[in-house]
């Protein structure tokens, strides 16, 4: 079984600050997404990215796909309680159709 | 663009009977993915539709089945039911194969409680 491990597990942090979190596997993905999911919902895609090496923005949110697409991070600059959620990381490992969901961060942001 | 449908939102069940769920997706997706969500396992693959047929399948036993019908809506069948299904369930569509399944567009899911 192909494992995505994301860390921390839990991160609480202060309105303002900032923020890294981080999606590992061993193996190579084709592609890789981030979404978050907050609370009686489903998750909402936040970003795709592809190509080794690849950084996107999404306003105070950086994604970067590593080099080899074996691990990507999601950094959160000036953290806002509106932040707050579950953020998945997930992908098709290569040469396989089928999502692979990580094991997800609860981040939470204190007012 | 409505997004993803799922009905109910909320269900109580027995241990032995069986469930259906149900999911519309966005209109224009053809493709409809269903996924288990517990908080030990987290969120796990079930299995996806793409024009009325079975593409992948998640490490799930034969009491969870799925269908989807030509307006691709889809129904997720669970027979049999065990404690250990309780779940949220959630429906996903995509705009069919290839890349762009991998972009899923999620309902808000079906809380499955089972006493």
């Known amino acids: 079984t192909q494992l995505l491990e994301q860390s921390p597990q839990f991160l609480s942090i202060q309105e303002g600050e900032n923020l890294t979190v981080y999606c590992n596997s061993s193996s190579v993905f084709s592609s890789l997404q981030w979404y978050r999911q907050e609370p009686g919902e ?42 707050t959620g579950l953020y998945l990381c997930a992908g098709p490992y290569f040469g396989n159709e089928k999502l692979t969901f990580g094991t997800g961060t609860r981040l939470t942001i204190i007012p | 663009k409505a997004g993803v ?30 996924y288990q969500q517990t908080p030990g396992q987290g969120l796990q693959f079930l299995f996806e539709y793409f024009s009325e047929t079975q593409r992948n399948k998640g490490n799930f036993p034969g009491r969870f089945s799925g269908r989807q019908f030509s307006n691709s ?3 997720m069948n669970v027979s049999t039911l065990e404690l250990g299904d309780s779940a949220l369930y959630l429906c996903a ?9 991998y972009e899923q567009y999620f309902g808000p899911g079906t809380r499955l409680t089972v006493t």
């Open chain 1, 42 to 83: 489903g998750p909402v895609l936040l970003v795709t990215v592809v190509t080794g090496g690849e950084v996107k923005k999404l306003k105070r949110l950086t994604f970067q796909f590593g080099d080899a697409r074996k691990d990507s991070s999601l950094h959160i600059t000036a953290a806002q309680p509106g932040d």
């Open chain 2, 5 to 34: 449908t799922q009905t109910p939102r909320y269900l109580i069940k027995t241990r032995g009977q069986q469930v259906t769920l149900s999911c519309s997706p966005i209109s224009g997706h053809r493709s409809v993915s269903w």
């Open chain 2, 73 to 75: 809506r889809s129904e």
């Open chain 2, 93 to 101: 569509s995509s705009l069919g194969p290839g890349r762009t399944s």
